[in-house]
């Protein structure tokens, strides 16, 4: 789940398809680092709309 800021509301929510033990090979397959992406991307956006808000 990525949460927006105030107040706190769930921004997105992932499933995230792959087994629990994440050893340092999962972490470092392509399809975690897309999982990071995904979740990245989406607190940037939150942070650009927030700054954006108190611009105004």
């Known amino acids: 789940m990525v949460i927006k ?3 706190g509301r769930v921004s997105t929510t992932l499933d995230i398809e792959l087994g ?3 050893r340092v090979v999962v972490k ?5 680092a897309g999982y990071a992406d995904q979740i990245w991307s989406e607190i940037e956006l939150q942070v650009r709309e927030s700054s954006e808000m108190r611009a105004q």
């Open 28 to 32: 470092r397959s392509a399809t975690f």
């Open 5 to 7: 800021g105030r107040p």
């Open 20 to 22: 629990r033990l994440r």
